[in-house]
């Protein structure tokens, strides 16, 4: 009789402890924060038209630049009069950001149309020419007090063959913000990008025979 009272209280006792693992599980799941909404950019496309010159016969590779770490990945940032990087909340770019600019820089030189042939880094192809650098603005920075899109790129271009630098530049240019969005931002980052690949491309083409 004893052993199967001792049974009924163990049974018991699990039964209490199994409804016990329950309530804190429960009560664990309604205090974990709700995930933040994210909502994915990308550069807008390049606005660039055909240029009327010749197509030239050599190749070029984009590669994908070099970035400090605070570039290196997807938010969406802004350097502050302090010169603090801060992010626009629930808002990244659809990949990292060098990765971001090359794959657009890609598109920008394939709309101009002087370069017969392209490539990037990751296809694994041989060419002549390839174009490298370091990515040191893609941001929205305060400037005067204004929200303005900042893009800066230090320029490459390198002979495949003879793996010395043909040529170097930097490129910077600006664009005013129309408000303080994050997609106000990447607006402005476009256009900004856009007058800066116009320039890119053309010492990139006036290079070729160096």
Known sequence: MSHVLHRGKSERAMLFLR???VLVLMSACTVLPEREPVDLFQLPPSAIRAHSSPQLTGGLRLMIPESSDALGGSRLLILT???NFQAYPGARWTAPIPQLWRDWLL???WQDGRFASL???SAGLQSELSLNGMLRALHTETIDGRATAVVR???L???SARREI????RFETREPLSSNTAAASVAALGVAADRLAIELISW???????
């Open 107 to 109: 598109d920008a030189f």
């Open 157 to 159: 271009l390198i002979s």
């Open 153 to 155: 790129f230090d320029a």
């Open 166 to 169: 043909v040529a170097s530049k």
């Open 119 to 121: 490539s990037t880094d």
């Open 204 to 210: 990139a083409a006036g290079n070729t025979n160096n």
């Open 81 to 83: 009069e302090n010169n």
């Open 19 to 21: 409804a016990l693992l």
